[in-house]
């Protein structure tokens, strides 16, 4: 039992993890000591809370998670009763599944090092490549030796990830029967908010078959579009969002040295804003757009670029010729006329011949027209002939922030022709985006991971099933986190697909009346003018700022004033 | 004298360093002690050494530099005789000169510090925007409170850069009435090659003239392409490299988490390959293209297209579909064939007309033709399109990641249906630049700058003109650090321009039988098909790996065997 075993394929990802080719800092991260709540370290009991309920339409969940729905969340709590402690080894699976967050090896870490502790002799496999590898049955028993190089590192690679789901009865039957060959009391499922649900679905099945396996979610996404109440940050963010401010506050003073530049910088994250939102409150851009205020202020394509004109034409009479503008990766798809215009090009482009001469377009709607012919050359080109597998249009590949440059540039030409702007414009683009995914994890992200996977050992141990990780108290010293598990079905909602409810975690947007976009609302108009400029500098691991927790969080625990 | 006087612009760029903010790590910087070489920190002596040559042509650059040529080279050497000393007070002018380099503001910090403590009465002006604000006499008086917000702080915004140089007689005339004005005993030229040859016609020009005002040169480039045996470097390539390097290593864990993509990384250096070199020597990647090896093999776009494309067919038999390519941002100026299209679609372009049906491609000698029709559509369009205010083809502006994407693409596609390829590819493009010009310096930047202008001050209290500021024995702990100037002259040679003779400093570009490309070239076949990634992670102030110096010094200085 001391050696990782792979089943069913030569190659062990982890085996290109060779020790002698670290970094200095890669291997003092090896190194760095792992706090844990104070309630992980003594004796703990489980307290159940109130039954739940869902986040829309329990009577569909209900109906949906006949044996979960309506299960307590469960809080962690210090005891001196000794005997309320879980005993007896278990076997877990462990699966990261979707794209890649820092601080992943730490929640599996956190799993293993639970198991070793507090239930010895146990056993952890890793099934590898996210879902499929439960479905195929791949997987590697985790070794102390395997685990260790992969503590407090980026990336996935320990066991890599996947995109795939358990969805139908066939892909239910296949994770059956690797459960069960591999006798397993639990399995962790670390991914977003379609993986927990996707796990949420698994829990329900093996409980529907009077299976000993028990499922636990934990939150991942960079995106830091899976949080609610009990779960206040998915994993991942922190890290990413302080790796892209780096580059941001780098560009801010590149900007202001050189006076010259318009830097348009893509981040990534395509549902929702909050990459944007908090790079913006970390380094004090002169604009940045929020998708969620794009959408439901229905702004148009033409109104994005008048406000971003308006402000260059503004900073250009005040003398500044130079700028800093975030834009989240997924504008276009908040803004309504872009999706109307994108939905027709699907339907022309499916069943009709472009012609060179354009007569294809009078097939657009007039609206759909005009937007067409006021977009850039290079994107009208992109939009016709980058299409995806199913031949539609391949929206994630339109560089919105060269799209913007070139949109700002026609219009400050108008206004220059027009006498009203005598500034000089040059833009930069940016998209920092992969060197995001997998940088090595701050120490907010490694402790939080850590925690999180430590609980979900806890959880297992208790004989918890349906729920997801949760650690909470994020602002306070790691010692004071608390720590439980969150019924999945009390974050569900449903919704109508081909004619069915299915259920969905709903993803969590920027609200406008969160004190995150509240506290950037009602500063925005002094950065646009003025150069508020802040460079964080790069992630440090000890000595100041290494222990800085993100304005998301700060903001949203209510933990500085808004 | 205790307030920042700006003259002739209400604007001083300084005025947007707000301290309040400032970020922690920035805060934490400003705190950061430098240390100084222990020759500076006790009374010394300045030790002539024989007299200098010139790097070429030695006749050329005497009749072009008649005061200065031949003069030695000086180094700061300890005395006990305190009468050595110079005394008195100086003014002295200092210039930002070209593109932004880390630590900048140190070697303003550095004279200033050198001034105040061993000159005391002194005067030190910011020339402001580059050697304009000189020729326009705009200047900033520099006080400690002017001068503190930006100690070991990235960008160069404290007094600004510019790219004009000084060059007719009646911008000499311009300088010299500036310097009068001032009354300068002494002015600092911080920038690269160019403005480097420029400090030494100045100092030439003051010296025919018979004027007090001496011109001292500082080392500044991230390319690192301005160096000789007396100067081991030029400042911010150390944490430009850093910078990329933490980018790199991040993309390459994404790559191997993720298992799917090519990531194709364009990096900032257009001469010479020394930063794509350094990365490399850094990260290990699994090929880096060498720009100065392209040209010496005389290789083709295609020949480098089929290197990238047999690494990738060999990975993909080994299973891998992945990996990490670095590309030289100068790596099509490196390529004699396309530098000969270049020039034949510049006279095309300039005298003809291109038609749609690509008549005027018959313009084209035989071997171009087949070049352009070679090219992605994309590049063609981009050739012909883009084009300078002179009509040229914007050489710049082609994104050779890109580029080579696309040809790989079509190799692979050819080779896949030729049977002789079953992997599957997608590329990434990435290019990393602006964020690394103006982050914040390293502690090597941060202490080999604040010595550079420490030293320069010294020179010029020692009444030396025509020298650059030299630091040596870098590898070393600073205290051990060499100080002294080399003569400008004996690093210059002489090129042939529109019938004259222009002095140069040759740039330093990567030698094939220098250190650091040997050790890179013992490894790379390693590397290309075995994963040795390395991940430097984000750069650290304090901790391990702080005050590492690169690799690029390390080898060149034979302080690592190579």
Aim: aromatic share 8%; hydrophobic share 35%; charged share 20%.
């Amino acid at each position: 039992m001391t050696t990782a075993v792979a089943n069913g394929g030569a190659k062990t990802p982890a085996t290109t993890r060779v020790m002698s080719v670290y970094s200095e800092v890669q291997t003092s991260r090896l190194n760095h000591t792992l706090p844990l709540p104070s309630v992980l370290r003594a004796p703990f009991a489980l307290a159940d809370g109130p039954p739940s309920s869902a986040a829309g339409n329990p009577d569909e969940i209900a109906k949906l998670f006949p044996h979960l729905f309506g299960q307590p969340s469960a809080k962690l709590v210090p005891t001196s009763d000794s005997s309320a402690a879980p005993s007896g080894p278990l076997k877990i699976g462990v699966v990261l599944s979707g794209g890649q967050a820092p601080g992943g090896h730490n929640v599996i870490s956190g799993i293993f090092d639970y198991l070793q502790q507090k239930a010895k002799g146990s056993t952890v496999y890793g099934f590898k490549g996210g879902p499929a590898g439960i479905m195929k049955c791949k997987y590697v028993e985790l070794t102390p030796e395997f685990v260790y190089p992969f503590r407090n590192q980026g990336g996935f690679d320990m066991i890599c990830s996947g995109r795939d789901k358990i969805e139908t009865p066939q892909q239910f039957k296949e994770a059956e029967e690797t459960v069960v060959k591999l006798d397993l009391d639990g399995l962790v499922v670390i991914g977003g908010d379609d993986s927990n649900t996707n796990a949420c679905l698994l829990a329900e099945y093996c409980r529907s078959k009077n299976m000993k396996t028990h499922v636990i979610g934990c939150p991942k996404t960079i995106d830091g579009d899976l949080k609610c109440k009990e779960v206040p940050a998915s994993f991942g963010f922190d890290t990413a969002c302080k790796i892209y401010s780096e580059m941001i506050g780098n560009v801010m003073v590149d900007a202001r040295s050189t006076g010259k530049y318009y830097h348009f910088v893509r981040l990534m994250g395509r549902a929702a804003s909050h990459i944007t939102l908090e790079c913006a409150l970390q380094t004090h851009p002169n604009i940045a757009i929020i998708g969620e205020e794009v959408a439901t202020m229905k702004q148009t394509l033409k109104n994005v670029t008048d406000y971003i004109t308006d402000i260059i034409c503004k900073r250009a009479e005040l003398g500044y010729n130079y700028g800093v503008i975030l834009i989240p990766e997924g504008l276009i798809d908040f803004i309504p006329e872009v999706q109307t215009l994108i939905a027709e090009l699907n339907e022309i482009l499916a069943h009709d011949v472009v012609d060179e001469a354009g007569v294809w377009k009078q097939k657009l709607q007039p609206e759909c027209q005009k937007l067409f012919d006021f977009l850039p050359q290079a994107i009208q080109e992109q939009l016709l002939l980058e299409r995806d597998p199913h031949g539609n249009v391949q929206v994630a590949k339109i560089e919105t922030e060269k799209m913007l440059i070139s949109m700002v540039e026609t219009e400050l030409e108008k206004r220059k022709a027009e006498g009203k702007y005598a500034g000089h414009f040059k833009g930069q683009s940016h998209f920092f985006g992969y060197e995001g995914r997998c940088g090595m994890p701050t120490n907010f992200d490694a402790s939080y991971c850590y925690a999180l996977g430590y609980a979900a050992g806890a959880l297992l141990h208790c004989g918890k099933t349906g729920l997801i990780s949760s650690v909470g108290n994020l602002c306070a010293p790691v010692e004071e986190w608390t720590v439980g598990g969150t019924a999945l079905t009390s974050m569900m909602d449903v919704e109508r697909r081909h004619g069915k409810f299915k259920p969905v975690i709903k993803k969590a947007m920027v609200e406008l009346d969160g004190a995150p976009f509240k506290k950037f609302a009602s500063m925005r108009d002094e950065w646009a003018i003025k150069n508020r400029y802040i460079s964080p500098g790069p992630i440090q691991f000890t000595g100041p700022g290494a222990n800085d927790v993100n304005h998301t969080l700060l903001l949203e625990l209510g933990a500085v004033q808004a």
